[in-house]
């Protein structure tokens, strides 16, 4: 038992009044005797003063009367009334008379009195050795009883228990004045020898005296709680208090029946008297105390009450904040607070008071931080459990979160070998090996590496466990064939899906129909391909504003036209025009111009040229309509159109089919000058292309024609300088230096291609060398050498690798916060962009330089182009809806921020997401609102914990929401998460700081309400005083 009697028994000890015993009568007696019996009378009267005046006088007057009775009694009653008067030199005449005269009958009284005086003075030990002095056959019987009390009080008070229970003990079965105290400590005596019988016994009969009755119940408790008589100890209370409502002590009777009540289970019961003791005794409750009325609440299910305490004793440093820590985890899991849970478990695991404890705590946080997603976390907690405990009965667990978390982290290297490692494998293991073979495989694909896709989707089909992803192998084996071109192969798999028919309604069984189609489609097996469209057109819950179903409508019309049924291919393609306005229009002018509709073809082609400038159909487009007016031997009409067509694609591969094509129409016009033109451009600019030859066969009768057959030598000769037999080993250099370039070997590829330019100053090829050298350099991160060949390449503005320069002389500039000349360039592949593409990056540019300028008018005008656009990449939308957020809090427009972040993570999973989700946390921060913004971070941890950047900063936010909200234990243990799970050293070191600001915050309250306790309670007894008397 941890708490000390404080009760003493209430003790009525008469002083023995000591009548003067006489020996025979003297023979002789002095002549002045009357001053001894003066003073005798006096002393009688305890007139000590008056008295020892006469017994000093009369011995300084007999000092001649060596061993004269008078003068022996005289001395004594002198000294002891130098005692009674608190005479210093009282002890030292007492003292001195028993020296003097042992064997008096007096010396027996004056060693019993000097042993009175010493325990008087708490010298208990000098007064055992006078009381155990005393003759007793010299001292009156009437004190013989008061003398085994006083030495057994006197062995109690020297601790010496076992001295002391024999003296109480002899006294307590005898009718005494002294039964009752006896009884008393002999049961109080017993209660510490665990002799919890005899203890219950002697209280018994000392509560049988009225001294005691009110004192002896609470030590009866005592008794029967010590002996875990729990259920006796509550009945004997309740019994006692209908009997005797008053008793001493009531707030420890409380205290132990809260107690009783709480080893029987009944929480209930012993949170109401716990709460009584509290509200009793408030500056003495005990952490544990506090402990167990928090435990009962929480076995009684009152959760927020435990909590109040709970998270008290969580801020100590011992094994009741190591419980505290744990419990709050378990009541935080019931009322579905995992987050608040999550950090008080980290706290009950990283304390080693208990080990039980720590072992539940740990393996709580483990399963703890995969549930809510934070999975790097969990990572750590679940090795770290399997190194500490593994031999505990959560291995097995264990094992099946570690597959499923290096699953969900991408680790799949880990999972599978973590599983492989495995002796037992249960079936929702293997399910986890089939998953992370299928996403390994998966992400070979995604990196184009198809022959390590194939063996990693192979693998997965080993344990055909979950009939979805088996499918989806089977679905990404043929891809990964049809990116090989293994079509056979392909095909088959394919063929698994859709024997599936049951299906049907998954996205796997439609790409299935898709991709299959598409292999037919691509292999030219028109008629086959063209059911399985129909069929994916025909799935019901495909709506026609599906993009792929939009697809499959104009695929399914290209397998029209291919089986030349193009009355069905034009109906489709006229249903699908608002979606595919480029592709669908040139294929009616296609089909319309194999029917002989010439004016209907033509409209087709001026709708492309005047709606559609930056697809790829524009350029089709305008040659088909200057070789239609051609072939309708519109003669001036082609002319007008190929002179079109070369003026606005001057970089176009079909400029030499242009010029030829120009000049044919122009031999028809007999503009023979002209046409010779054409053909000399061709021989000059394109001495290698195929039509080169063509212009040179046409060109004799054409110099005739014009009556100047001395050009033709002219004509030979160019082409033949053109086309030198060197030029075979200037294509062979160039090639190998390609090679090393796409093979990223880079500082090479630039000597040998700068050794190309030197070896073949004039070749066709320089444009393209230089490009490479640029791109070489840009890849090596040699920005300055890579911009200086940039701009090299960049004066021939016709080189067809102009747009991708520009993009690379504005990123540079960005990367080096040179924004004005980035976003010049950015502006200026906006107005040369030849695709969406390249429109996309030209906006994303002028978006970024523009806010990092603060012009947020430009960002906003770019975003919103950007998402107008669509996803041209993968997180197009998402990263300008971020800008328009982010511009919009930057101006404090709020609610349009938060509207902005809402939907960018309503849209996605990607990084823009989860820096949406920070700052919709981080909007709440500033408002005030910290609940949600605390509610934001929770989302933000289970939903984005792979982008850590966010987290982390995450975690620092929510500390400083847990703090806002006076939630300081939650705010120290997610700043010690911080400082034990980041690797930026940047967060470290601001959790450290923060935490080190909390710590002395929480120190200066809790000094703060020690204060206020000590200036409204009382200190608590010394234990000596348990065994004081009272009166």
Known sequence: MTNLLRYTAILMIWSISNLAIYGQELLEKPISISDFYKGLELYEKQQYEAAQHYMDRYITEHTAYIGNEYVIEATYYAAFCAIKLDRIDGEVRLQQFVEKYPYHPKAALAYYELGNLRCYQQDYAKGITYYLSVNKEQLANTLHTELQYRLAYAYLNERDFGQALSYFNAIKNHDTPYTPASNYYAGYLALKKGDYESALIDLRKAGNHEAYEAVVPYMIMEVLYQAKRFQAAINYIKDVQTKQPTLKNYEDIELLTAESYFFLKDYASATRHYENYIHLQPSEVTH?????????????????????????????????????????????????????????????????????????????????????????????????????????????????????????????????????????????????????????????FNQEAYDKAITWLQKSLYYPLDTDITLQTHLWLAESYVAQQAYEQATTHYQTVLAATDKKNTNYYQDALYGLGYVLFNTEKYKAALPLFLQYINIPNITNDNNWRLDVLVRTADCYYAIKDYHKALDLYTKTEDNYPAHNRYQKALIYGLLGKFVEAKQNLESIINTCPHTAYYEKALFEYAYLALQHQEYDLAIKSFTNFIQKKPYSTLVPDALLHRAVAKV??????????????????????????????????????????????????????????????????????????????????????????????????????????????????????????????SKNKQTPFYNRILLRIASLAYKHKDFNTALTHYKQLKESASNKKETYYALEGIMKTSDALQQYEEVNKAASQIINQGNITINAVSQAALYLGKTALKQAKYQEAHEHFKQIVKN????????????????????????????ALFILNKQFAEYTEWTNQGFLLMADNYIALQEFFQARATLQSIIENATDSSFVNTAQQKLQQLIQQIEADSLEQAQAKTTTTQPLQDEDNEFKTLE
Do not use: C, W
Not at 716 to 721: E, G, Q, R
């Open 288 to 444: 544990e105390v506090f402990y167990r009325l928090a435990y009962s609440l929480y076995k009684s299910g009152e959760n927020y009450k435990a909590l109040k305490y709970l998270k008290e004793l969580a801020l100590q440093d011992d094994y009741l904040a190591q419980l505290a820590s744990y419990y709050m985890g378990l009541i935080y899991i019931k009322t579905s607070q995992k987050n608040l849970a999550l950090a008080a478990f980290d706290q009950a695991r990283q304390m080693n008071f208990i080990n039980e404890i720590q072992t539940e705590a740990s393996f709580q946080y483990a399963q703890l931080s995969y549930e809510l997603g934070k999975l790097t976390i969990s990572i750590d907690a679940l090795q770290k459990f399997k190194r500490s405990y593994p031999n505990s009965p959560h291995i097995t667990t264990v094992d099946q979160l570690l597959s499923q978390v290096y699953f969900h982290t991408n680790h799949y290297d880990l999972a599978i070998a973590h599983i492989e490692s495995l002796q037992e494998k249960p079936e929702t293991v293997l399910q986890v090996y089939q998953k992370a073979t299928f996403y390994k495989g998966n992400a070979y």
């Open 668 to 793: 028809n016009l007999k503009q023979y000058a002209e046409a010779g033109k054409d053909y000399e451009t061709l021989l000059k600019d394109y001495p290698t292309h195929p039509n080169a030859q063509s212009a040179l066969l046409e060109l004799p009768n054409l110099v005739v024609q014009e009556g100047k057959p001395e050009k033709l030598q002219q004509y030979l000769a160019s082409y033949k300088a053109a086309n030198p037999s060197s030029e075979t080993l200037a294509a062979i250099s160039f090639e190998a230096a390609k090679n090393l370039f796409y093979s990223q070997n880079y500082t090479p590829a630039v000597q040998q291609l700068k050794e190309f330019i030197t070896s073949y100053p004039n070749s066709t090829l320089i444009d393209e060398a230089n490009f490479l050298i640029a791109e070489a350099y840009y890849r090596l991160a040699e920005d300055e050498q890579a911009l200086i060949q940039y701009h090299i390449t």
């Open 908 to 935: 996605g999973q990607d990084m823009y997401a989860a820096e949406a989700q920070y700052l919709i946390a981080y909007t709440y921060y500033q408002l005030r609102e910290f609940k949600q913004s605390l509610e």
